[in-house]
Every structure is written in C-alpha cells, then in structure tokens.
C-alpha cells in the first residue's frame, strides 16, 4: 500500500511498514500541505497523530481507503465525512494508557506541591520557602475517576499506590466491577465530584460527553477542589470552569482544553494559561518514548491487517448493527459467476445489501455458504428463483 505518515512516529514503525512491502512516505504536514500530500502520492492509507483530518482532505483524497489515529481519540478526524466516502477510520486504544495516567497523577502533585511556581520562582532568584510550605499531601485523601477504561484503571491503580482513596464512575461501572477494581462506585459524574478532594476526567469525546464537566459538576465540588483534564477539551464547560475557579477556590491541570492550537510551535491564546489557579500542559499526556513505540507498532498492525484481509482493527467507523432487515443464506457451489447471479436476482427485486459474508467449505468438492443480509421484505417468490439457479443447493430466508 501507498502509506503517508503525517506526524512523527518512530523509525522502527516506519522501517517496519517498508519491510513489509509498503510504499511509505513521512511528511511532517498538515492543512494545506497534507491536502496536497495525499493527492500527490496518491495515498491509500494515512497515519496521523495530532494532525487534523478535514472533510477537504478526505473529498480531495479519491485514493485514500484507511486512515489510522496512532493514539486513543479520534475527535481530530472527519468521521462523518469519511464514512460518507467509503474510508476506513482506526485508532491505536490502550496503547498510550501509562503515559496519560501518569501524567495525570504528576498533575495531582504538581498541584498539590505547587511544583509549577515553585520551579518558576527558584528560576528567577525567589526564594519563598514559607509560602510552598503548606501542601496538604495525597495520602488518604478522595480521588475521583469520572471514566473507567484502560487509562482510568491505570490512573486507580497508580493512585491507590500513593495512598488515595478511588471514587469512580463510568457509562460500564457497575457495583460489582467496581469492587473488582478495588474502587468504590458512584452513581453519576455529579455524585463523583461531590465526593471528591481530586477529580480527574478520563471518558471518550463523544456527543454524549460534550461539556459533561458543566455547572452542575463543578458546583458539586467541595473547595479546594483539584480538577484534572487529560482526555479532550470538549468535555469540560471552559465556562463553568472559570466560575468554579474564581468563586469556589477550585483549582485544575488541564493537559488538554478548547479551542487548542492544531500547530506544533506558535502562540498560545487561550483564556486559561494565564489564570493563577490553572496548570496548562501542551497535550502531552502520550507522549513519551514508550507510548510512541506502542502506538507505532498498533498503527503497523492495523496497516498490515487491512493490506492482507481486509479487515480493519479497531475500525471506528463501521455500524455496530446495521439497518438490514432480513437474512438470506445461499448455499451452493464454490464455482465462479454464482454469486454474480445471485445478487443480480437480489437487485432486480429492489432489496439493499447491507452485509454480506461467503464461506468456503474444505473438501475436494467445495461447497460454500454465502449470507446476504438486505433492507426491504423479499417477494414470495425469490427464494424458488434462487434455487432455480445452477449450482445453487439451498436457499433459506429468516426476518431479523
């Protein structure tokens, strides 16, 4: 395959893809100059990892068939646009967990040790011993996980190390698994943050998490509160955040927030960065050397896999369940123009293929099994005509 490598990933995944017959081409780029990359080298799989991905680009690519995320989220692809025109979105989950959960429990004590201003006062010949000298410490306070997947788990194992006691909650959580996880459950986001001494965000971008961190959240809070943001800017109401910040003493690290810059060095205008009681990091949380390797070697993977089946792990834009309505199973001879014939029959009576798998029997006569799931009730009279065709065995038809 034709494989562009927009961002930087490590040598050996590169090395890796070429060893394995891929045309690669690395191209530190985006907007414009990934645009014209795409079409240029006529790619056919594209891997990004803080680069956006536009319907632009996606339209413009007409060769462009995977694009894989080497890292958890995806939010910085067109997944709408994508789907639209046939392209295969993938993303590398789990790979960079240790990295983000220990960024968040640096964050933890960076605030709590308030290292930020320490280091900066020390560096410009302060020294104010008296005035960071009050930290109240971590051990046996409550540290609350709103989102329980890989990293959140990581981020609960790594807290309960230093002595934290773990509230959590999650879409998943259950009182039994959170028992397993050795975590107590809460019952929503809100009943999370009332909770806790420390809150920390580890759930996906989606629709159903837009600005879950709101109002009512942050007024759950006890003051004094620590907030921390390692997952995406779009859960958190920057708005309601600035009110907590001001009136309820809250205090947050935020890796990640709105409106974040999609270019690697230039100005930083966010309303957060100059705001005392706020610790802005540059969304590094996976970005160390082992995370990198790791989502290096899953987008290889991904790449690979698609290349020589077809298939496409972790795909993110395929439906769960499709819209088919009715399933038709063909059996019949591994001979070829069957199928061709077979679903001719299914166009001219006006049905939708949704999914479609053929299986091939082994013996020395071959046999397969082919199922046709389609939207739209089939006429009474199909399944006599697809028996009608030669080499075909049997034909049966159930309504999903």
Same mark, same amino acid.
């Given at each position: 395959m034709r494989v562009l490598i927009a961002d930087k990933v490590p040598e050996k995944s590169i090395a890796a893809l070429k060893h394995t017959g891929h045309r690669v081409v690395a191209e530190n780029c985006s907007g414009d100059q990934l645009q014209e990359a795409l079409t240029a080298q006529k790619t056919q799989a594209l891997v990004v990892r803080s680069t956006k991905v536009t319907r632009k680009m996606i339209q413009h690519a007409s060769s462009l068939e995977l694009i894989v995320r080497a890292g958890a989220g995806y939010d910085s692809i067109d997944l709408e646009t994508a789907s639209e025109y046939g392209v295969f979105v993938a993303n590398c989950p789990g790979k960079n967990a240790s990295a983000v959960a220990e960024l968040a429990i640096g964050l933890m004590i960076s605030?709590?040790?308030q290292i930020p201003d320490n280091v900066i006062d020390a560096r410009a010949g302060k020294w104010m011993k008296s005035k960071y000298a009050k930290a109240k410490g971590?051990?046996?306070r409550v540290l609350g996980i709103v989102g329980m997947g890989t990293i959140g788990? +990581?981020?609960a194992q790594m807290a309960q190390g230093i002595g934290l006691r773990v509230v959590a909650w999650s879409r998943s959580l259950t009182p039994e698994s959170a028992e397993? +996880?050795?975590?107590?459950?809460?019952d929503s986001p809100v009943d999370v943050a009332a909770q806790s001494d420390i809150v920390s965000l580890h759930v996906a971008a989606t629709q159903a998490t837009f600005h879950l961190a709101d109002q009512d959240f942050f007024a759950a809070m006890k003051p004094g509160t620590f907030f921390?943001?390692?997952t995406r800017g779009s859960v958190v109401d920057e708005s309601a955040l600035l009110t907590a910040l001001d009136k309820h003493e809250i205090r947050a690290a935020l890796d990640v927030f709105a409106d974040e810059p999609s270019y690697k060095a230039g100005a930083l205008t966010t309303h957060l960065h100059k705001h005392p009681s706020v610790y802005l990091t540059h969304h590094i949380g996976a970005s160390t050397f082992q995370a990198q390797e790791a989502t290096g070697d899953e987008a290889v993977r991904v790449i690979?896999?698609?290349a020589n089946t077809g298939v496409v792990p972790n795909c993110v834009n395929i439906a769960v369940q499709s819209s088919a309505t009715h399933l038709i199973t063909v059996r019949h001879l591994d001979k070829v123009g069957v199928l061709a014939r077979v679903l001719d029959l299914v166009r001219k009576c006006n049905l939708n293929v949704q999914e479609m798998e053929n299986q091939v029997f082994a013996g020395s006569v071959n046999a397969a099994v082919a199922r046709i799931r389609v939207v739209g009730k089939?006429?009474?009279e199909l399944s006599g005509l697809l028996k009608d065709i030669q080499d075909v065995l049997a034909v049966s038809e159930i309504k999903l």
């Open positions: 605030l709590d040790r971590l051990k046996g788990q +990581f981020v397993a +996880f050795g975590v107590e459950y809460a921390i943001n390692t690979n896999m698609y089939p006429p009474a």
